[in-house]
């Protein structure tokens, strides 16, 4: 079953607002989530509600945050983000942030006291259709990662994103965790009773494994980018602590490693950090603009190692499926559909994403794309 | 054999003298370049002096090259290399950018018509040991390197570094190429007739290769961090092409896709970037300092996987390595010993790098670390 980007959008609108989250904000929040399912990014879409709404009965997550700017300068912005939904705190700082680079040519926006904000990717693909370079990056909740060499999980999947305005019609986009894959890939693995290959993941001694329970069931960690010592790991580790500098002791949330969180014991005080650059400070109008078209275009056109699958610039796959799932809709799986009804039912709100449905008129009209508001 | 640093730093200050440096510059170029022989970067320090002999002789770098400022806001500054040392364009960029940061709190730099210029974790440390948090990338000349699925070489080693001041001795320090591995150890690998690990390189048709000859002789490629397409190399190759954007797009330098060098026929023209954050704009003193040590000593501490080989943090080796040479002084093997002589001569320059000269003296007293200037 799919939904149209519409109705999918105004599902999790309904949700929030029956939470208690002020209209402006459920509106800003179900945007973000619906971009992450609209490009595929389906880890932090929709399905995060779930997880939302255990974190808002356990207490852990407030609806009415009070978000607020604690300092800023014409090139930089602090936002307490009160506990509340990282997705307003951090629109809150992004925007700031774009608007300072328009003026001052740089801006850098950090957010702490926060909680998940979404795929990390919309926020640098605003960046990106203003016109400016974006840098993204956010502190984890969940320890899950050894260092290179340990045997210990002390990090977590630590996203790092860059993105570049393009005289293409969309922008590059780079949006990664800095681990070699996403846990689910691992659990997928583990589903599937297939060995997982050399470099995903290490036994709770840290030694390379290739059993995905080792790391699901019987305490193991996964790896940083690079995968093994071989591999470089040591790479990933350092984009991990590169992420949690700027993230966590820039903005001062609470480190990945102070898992009792002494600064803050309710709620999961992570942190985000975000920096804009406009090309104009070196660049004449348009020239950057049509040089990082021409060096995606030049990578696009190389020769492929298998015949008939081109090689892709990172963000392509993502237009690619956003185009798609504007045409065709939002799937949603069997599994997760459940899960959903019974949040929807608990929030006593009316259920929209079933096949058949007409209330996509009554939702309003589809943008065009999801970065119109 | 090996020499003090005082000795090794003054050795490449006179070939550069020779070549026609102006004092300034070579002093400059010989520390940067000191740097990371001291720090155990042999790849980037005087061993590059064979290279860029033969390519002053080629007429292809400038030594007494017009570095300029061409554009310059209170957070940014571009400047061109006119085809000389990278070393002197990019510390020039550095230090204002450093400047710069220091009273407006963030500020970004620009190089382009630059050439090699050393290791790129000379100056992040410059940044961090100044109180900022530094970025900085460069574009590279050669080409060796195919995107995830390509069968074709379109990128370089493209390294990107990051630092942090912080509350230990040392910063935290992380410079890294965006490949598996640098291309020495695929040489290494031939040299010895040992097969390379999976994800080192591709052969000529872009599948993944254990055999060092398929990189190095039969026109295969190395392969961006991460390796092969299970290995996530798609993040390596997105990280080499945030590399290149911010080095060459937002620079105006040829791009590396350009190989021709049509923008510029003569000279390298590559372009570095380089960024400064003061953590003042969001932390009070000390506060950030504090947290960096807090998080690098948490790392530290994890439980090793090898017992007795304790988890380490970006920047640690480096640090070790620097404490013993500026000690024992800094080795050179006899290969490149042989080659350097023949610079040296080539120069008509004294050679000092000698066992038991007594020139340390002569060269002044060693300085307690490679960046008091």
Not at 142 to 148: D, K
Not at 307 to 315: H, L, Q
């Amino acid at each position: 079953m799919s939904a149209p980007y519409s109705v999918h959008r105004r599902q999790m609108e309904l949700i929030l607002l029956a939470w208690g989250m002020p209209q402006q904000h459920a509106e800003r929040t179900a945007e973000v989530l619906s971009w992450a399912d609209l490009h595929g990014v389906e880890s932090h879409g929709v399905s995060m509600l779930i997880e939302y709404d255990m974190r808002f009965r356990a207490g852990r997550l407030k609806m009415n945050a009070d978000y607020k700017v604690v300092r800023e300068t014409p090139v930089s912005i602090l936002v307490d983000g009160d506990g509340g939904m990282g997705h307003v705190a951090y629109a809150m700082a992004v925007d700031a942030a774009i608007a300072k680079a328009k003026q001052s040519g740089i801006a850098v926006a950090a957010v702490r006291n926060s909680s998940h904000f979404g795929a990390v990717g919309y926020f640098t693909d605003l960046a990106a259709r203003a016109g400016l370079i974006g840098m993204g990056a956010t502190s984890a909740a969940g320890i899950r990662v050894a260092p290179t060499g340990g045997a210990e999980a002390k990090l977590g999947t630590d996203p790092w994103s860059f993105s570049a305005p393009s005289a293409d019609e969309d922008p590059f986009l780079l949006d990664m965790a800095t681990t070699t894959v996403a846990y689910g890939k691992i659990r997928n693995k583990m589903n599937e009773s297939q060995p997982m290959p050399v470099g995903w993941g290490y036994d709770s001694q840290g030694q390379v494994s290739t059993d995905p329970l080792d790391v699901t069931r019987r305490g193991g960690f996964m790896s940083p980018l690079g995968g093994t010592l071989e591999g470089s790991s040591y790479k990933g580790y350092g984009l991990s602590m590169m992420v949690n500098i700027l993230s966590s002791c820039l903005t001062g949330a609470t480190l990945i490693t102070d898992p009792q969180h002494t600064k803050k014991p309710k709620g999961f005080d992570i942190g985000h950090f975000f920096l804009a650059i406009d090309p104009k400070l070196f660049r004449g109008e348009g020239e950057f603009e049509a040089d990082v078209a021409a060096l995606c275009g030049a990578l696009r056109g190389t020769k492929p190692a298998v015949e008939g699958e081109p090689v892709m610039v990172a963000g392509d796959p993502q237009w690619k499926m956003a185009e798609k799932r504007m045409r065709d809709g939002i799937p949603i799986g069997p599994g997760l559909r459940a899960k959903l009804l019974a949040v929807t039912e608990a929030a006593s709100v009316e259920w929209l994403l079933d096949d058949g449905s007409n209330r996509a008129e009554s939702a309003g009209p589809a943008p065009k794309t999801a970065n119109q508001r």
